[in-house]
């Protein structure tokens, strides 16, 4: 669903990502794991259009920014970090913004809205206007505005801060069936989560990514114990990166 290849890019005068291939299938939840300043978000903004690569391609679905721009920013979707809402529209008047962006049908978007809001219990706000949310009600708005949409790819960054034990609980569950035919990146620093929730790994050092593949297939790279940890695979994979360099 998702082909980077040989991406390089960065901002203007500074290079971050070097050569960075990967792929996310349709069906599975991989993670974007790395330390601060690794390149991760970076990596988001190509993915997302916002930012444009040196060199190195993008394909999404079958579509590419330059084989057509409003094709391919219609397959992605984006769970940011810091969620970002108009404060004069309420939460019904953003999904109903993002079902206008994302071509979705009004009765899917309906459906799909009453559906979320009721496992993400955001019923009642639904008419709320974001001033009045609490922090952890601004993520799930995100993430509402997000799910509804259905694209072929989701991008999540960090998307367990703020939120309580029972709406972490809930939104992976929302993952496991939103990637039952998408694909979904999602960057955290959360390693247990991840290692229980996510199919693959990516890990990315210094704007490289030095290792790919499920939690089994890292544990042979670095020749861990079986019940080494994805928290022990990270670290001895940063470790012996950086002993060679
Ligand atoms: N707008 C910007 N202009 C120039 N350099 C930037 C900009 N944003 C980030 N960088 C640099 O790019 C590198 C990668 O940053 P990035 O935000 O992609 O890291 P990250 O892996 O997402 O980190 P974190 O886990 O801390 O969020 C860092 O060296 C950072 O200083």
Not at 18 to 33: A, Q, R, T
Not at 50 to 73: H, M, N, V
Not at 140 to 157: N, R
């Amino acid at each position: 669903m998702l082909h980077v290849d040989r991406l390089n890019g960065g901002y203007l005068g500074k290079q971050v990502l070097h050569d960075v291939s990967f792929e996310v299938k349709k069906g599975e939840l991989v993670g974007l794991i790395g330390l601060n300043g690794a390149g991760k978000s970076t990596t988001i903004k190509h993915i997302l259009g916002l930012l444009s690569p040196l060199s190195g391609q993008i394909e999404i679905d079958g579509e590419t920014l330059q084989s057509s721009e409003k094709k391919y920013r219609k397959k992605v979707s984006y769970i940011p970090e810091t969620p970002i809402l108009y404060e004069t529209l309420t939460l019904q008047e953003h999904i109903e913004l993002m079902g206008k962006a994302y071509d979705v049908d009004s009765k899917d978007l309906t459906m799909r809205t009453n559906r979320l809001a009721k496992e993400m219990r955001m019923e009642k706000q639904l008419a709320w206007f974001p001033s009045v949310f609490s922090k952890g009600m601004r993520q799930k708005a995100m993430i509402l505005c997000a799910l509804v949409t259905k694209t072929p790819l989701l991008i999540v960054d960090e998307p367990f801060v703020g939120l309580d034990p029972l709406a972490i609980r809930q939104l992976l569950q929302l993952f496991d069936e939103y990637k039952e035919d998408c694909a979904i990146l999602m960057s955290t620093h959360i390693l247990e989560t991840a290692e229980r929730h996510c199919d693959r790994f990516i890990f990315l050092h210094q704007g490289v990514v030095i290792a790919t593949g499920t939690a089994a297939e890292l544990r042979e790279v670095y020749r861990l114990s079986p019940d080494a940890t994805l928290d022990d695979i990270y670290v001895e994979a940063i470790a012996s990166e950086e002993q060679s360099s």
